[in-house]
């Protein structure tokens, strides 16, 4: 069989790629990479979702995450958090403000508000896509990772396809992506 030139996968030679002045780009400094995909994870009620949370506000304010992390270029945040009532996911961040000495207003955190968000449903990937590219966040933060699927997690070829479009939303977006997932 002859392939058609248009099956090809694009390449270049190693020595054309060009290099990048700072190799390590951090999103928060020593502790979250800059355009990536990673996890929170851990055992329930260990406050996974209040890191990811200090990681927003932190990314959004440009104020050290955990009071000692520094945030080189502060930027939008987009979160969804599947668990939690709206006005706690407010009095949560409000809370972790007022700590910092500041308030609400002007924090550049938005908020998915939708009752529900499926990854693995075209309709939800295609409307977070479209939400993402308009908000242009430097972070997006979604909270339980359980709850925003329904493919079997123990089937690996499914759990490759949702991690596939969420790698895809990195690097269309050039953003950081926080998954909270519970282990057990």
């Known amino acids: 069989m002859v392939a058609d030139c248009h099956d090809l996968l694009p390449v270049v030679r190693i020595d054309q790629i060009p290099r990048e002045e700072n190799p390590q780009r ?29 990681l927003a506000l932190s990314v959004a304010t440009g ?45 550049d955190i938005h908020v998915i508000t939708a009752p529900s968000l499926r990854l693995d449903r075209r309709p939800h990937r295609d409307r977070l ?10 972070l997006l933060l979604l909270d339980p990772l359980v709850r925003l699927h329904g493919v079997d997690e123990n089937n690996a ?19 950081s992506v926080v998954l909270v997932h519970h282990t057990r």
């Open 63 to 107: 104020t050290p995450c955990l009071g000692r992390y520094p945030v080189p270029r502060p930027g939008p945040v987009l979160i969804y958090l599947a668990e939690d009532a709206l006005a706690v996911v407010r009095e949560r961040i409000e809370g972790m403000a007022r700590h910092r000495g500041r308030g609400l207003m002007g924090v």
């Open 26 to 54: 951090w999103l928060v400094d020593g502790l979250w990479s800059d355009s990536s995909v990673g996890v929170i994870g851990g055992a329930p009620k260990c406050s996974k979702t209040w890191l990811g949370l200090d």
């Open 157 to 175: 070829g499914e759990v490759a396809e949702l991690l596939a479009y969420i790698r895809l939303l990195q690097r269309r977006l050039d953003l």
């Open 129 to 138: 896509l479209e939400t993402a590219k308009r908000l242009r966040p430097r």
